[in-house]
């Protein structure tokens, strides 16, 4: 289910059935040159409770069938990740990691594109991950906290206590070394705690 919390005239702010993660669903100008939106706009994150400050910008590409993650950083080097697709079509994917949540261990879907234009705000205490629908993906993302790769965990995309269903047929999916060997969800270290 999802919840509109915010509609300013040229974005969305939507909650999904994790409250905390967010849909951003920026409104889109259009005409015979082509388009234009705001993709981030402080003040009305601001005046929504989202005191973000945002330090690292990241963009990756990925051919069909690739999977990454599920990420994340320990804290006090967490991260908040405001993530959007600019080429492509992906799935993306949040699984919460606070102890004591009432959705602790539950995951979110949504479908990002450069069609819908769409992007997915995940608060620090999430594991993220997407795989690539299209023949090849471009994802960019903001982060509020800089990359500490002593801190870097994560949890096997295939966890079956998680049932994440990747939208990728058995046997294509495409993962790294790396992520082949993460732990299960259960196994998986976590320091996060859930405040209301």
């Known amino acids: 289910m999802k919840t509109l919390i915010s509609s300013a005239a040229n974005m969305e702010i939507i909650k999904t059935k994790i409250p905390d993660l967010l849909i ?3 409104k889109v100008f259009e ?16 005046e929504k409770g989202l005191d973000l400050s945002f330090v ?8 069909h069938g690739v999977i ?9 080097y967490s991260q908040t990740k405001l993530v959007r697709v600019i080429e492509g079509k992906v799935f993306d994917v949040a699984v919460d990691l606070r102890k004591d949540s009432p959705t602790f261990g539950q995951w979110s879907g949504i479908e990002l594109s450069a069609d819908n234009k769409i992007q997915f705000l995940i608060p ?36 079956p206590f998680l049932n994440i269903n990747w939208r990728i047929e058995p046997g294509k999916a495409i993962i790294s070394p790396k992520d082949k060997v993460y732990p299960n969800f259960k196994e998986a270290e976590k320091n996060f705690k859930y405040s209301k």
């Not at 005409?31 to 981030?40: A, I, L, T, V």
């Not at 594991?127 to 960019?140: C, K, N």
């Open 56 to 63: 690292q910008n990241n963009e990756s590409k990925s051919g």
């Open 24 to 26: 951003i669903k920026p």
């Open 68 to 76: 990454r993650g599920l990420h994340y950083q320990l804290a006090p």
């Open 124 to 159: 620090k205490g999430f594991a993220h991950g997407f795989s690539v629908l299209s023949e090849s993906a471009t994802f960019i993302y903001k982060c509020d906290n800089f990359y500490n790769p002593e801190a870097e965990r994560g949890i096997n995309f295939n966890d």
């Open 31 to 46: 005409d015979e040159r082509g388009y234009f939106f705001e993709s981030y706009n402080e003040k009305i994150f601001r």
